[in-house]
């Protein structure tokens, strides 16, 4: 009941400034929609490579390690949207194994103008969704797979380190609420673990604390006004 | 010594030839060192390809053995200080002290290098590359059997500090240590983990890809 409760909370977070957004004027986002392409920073597309720790609520000592790619293509000079892949794989207990492969999208505010890049720590918040596909096996030869695909909402709290204005690392923290098929791993007194499959659809937590280094590569609107 | 006069051939005595063959070892080695310090290197790197392929060892930490492996790094910079990085890793000898243990450990890396220094001789650098492995472990089952577990995926995490040292425009030395962070899992009763230390080291070659502009437009401040 607690964590419904929880999940709540966390719904109307995340919707509170979706709702902000709907409540400006249509005058306001048809200026928007053009300040894409008049700002300085619009259309940087940035490469990067991550390396990420991950939590499951339904494993939460068993972390997970996983490695990825993302990529960024920014709308405003304050507005970004970041577009990523991760593999992941964790050991449950000892006795069964998890492996995640998911995909998403962000958009990031930045809470500070990172005034082209040239600030040095650039914070942010992002939120979006991301499309999750989990199997589960005990360890042990000709054991089932256990699988299911999920979607998720997210929220990251994050900050980029800019080294140069091109280059960038950032540390982030991520949590997504994953809605889909209920596969559960327990484990049991007597130290078995067991994976359940439970009809109906469930959700879990899983938190990532990402480490990443980005690099602005190309420019895919604004071209006159270059890289730097 | 009847026989090298006879044949017109003057061998040194064994102790004195080993000292003429280290001063002339030494010799050749400052005279290179000599002439490269004369070669150009690159005023920007911008634009540059650096490539290597050597033999390199490793430590992993959970089984505590020396691994050996065939590597291949290739860099490309986007500007003075940074390149984009990408690595692969042939584990050919794991060399686990019992039948059980890694025992292929090839691994994909990619990521970027921040190098510390404006373009000189010297060359510091530090890098992140995530990457994937493809690893399969031997071990042993229920009854006490030694198997091998399929070929698996394994994520890993990796930074690395490594220096260049430029002794001409078409070559550098260098060395990197790269460490390492991940576990295999599978269908053997543990997980395993990957924890390791990789090292590199020898002759790397140079290439330029293309030459940077002079004029590009600059953003405010950038």
């Known amino acids: ?228 | 010594m009847e026989y090298e006069k006879r044949i017109g051939v003057t061998t040194w005595p064994c102790n004195r030839g080993r000292t003429v063959n280290r001063l002339m070892l030494v010799a050749a080695i400052t005279l290179v060192g000599l002439s490269s310090q004369a070669q150009k290197i690159w005023e920007n790197r911008t634009g540059c390809a650096i490539a290597q392929g050597d033999l390199a060892p490793g430590y992993l930490f959970a089984q505590k053995t020396v691994t050996a492996y065939v590597d291949g790094d290739a860099a490309i910079f986007f500007e003075n200080r940074f390149a984009a990085e990408g690595a692969l890793w042939v584990s050919f000898a794991t060399a686990a002290s019992g039948p059980t243990g890694v025992k292929v450990n090839d691994a994909m890396f990619w990521g970027a290098e921040y190098h510390f220094l404006k373009p000189s001789r010297w060359d510091p650098y530090v890098s992140l590359t995530p990457g994937v492995g493809l690893v399969s472990v031997a071990y042993r089952n229920g009854e006490g059997v030694v198997m091998r577990t399929p070929y698996e995926l394994a994520p890993l995490g990796s930074a690395s500090i490594g220096c260049n040292y430029y002794v001409g425009s078409i070559f550098h030395f260098f060395v990197k240590v790269q460490g390492v962070f991940g576990q295999v899992t599978s269908v053997m009763p543990t997980s395993s983990r990957l924890d390791e230390l990789k090292f590199t080291g020898g002759l790397a070659f140079n290439l330029r890809l293309w030459k940077p502009k002079k004029d590009a437009p600059k953003q405010k401040g950038w």
């Open chain 1, 1 to 228: 009941m607690k964590s419904f409760h929880w999940t709540v909370v966390f719904l109307i977070a995340l919707l509170f400034p979706i709702a902000a957004l709907h409540a400006q004027d249509s005058t306001k986002a048809d200026s928007k929609a053009k300040q894409i392409f008049s700002d300085n920073f619009g259309g940087l597309v940035s490469l990067g490579a991550r390396t990420d720790i991950n939590i499951f609520t339904a494993a939460p000592k068993s972390p997970g390690i996983g490695s990825g790619g993302s990529l960024r293509v920014q709308l405003l000079d304050r507005l970004n949207t970041e577009w990523f892949g991760d593999y992941v794989t964790s050991s449950l207990y000892n006795k069964a194994h998890r492996v995640d492969a998911h995909i998403g999208w962000n958009v990031m505010f930045y809470v500070l103008d990172p005034k082209g890049f040239t600030r040095k720590f650039t914070p942010f918040v992002a939120a979006g969704q991301c499309f999750d596909y989990t199997s589960v096996r005990l360890n042990g030869e000709n054991q089932p797979l256990r699988s299911k695909a999920t979607a998720a909402v997210q929220m990251e709290l994050g900050c980029h380190y800019n080294i140069t204005p091109r280059f960038d690392i950032s540390l982030s923290t991520l949590y997504d609420l994953h809605l889909g098929k209920d596969l559960d791993t327990d484990l049991n007194p007597d130290g078995t673990v067991s994976v359940t499959e439970s009809k109906g659809a469930g959700w879990e937590g899983h938190v990532m604390f990402i480490l990443s280094a980005h690099y602005k590569i190309f420019r895919l609107w604004n071209t006159k006004k270059g890289l730097g």
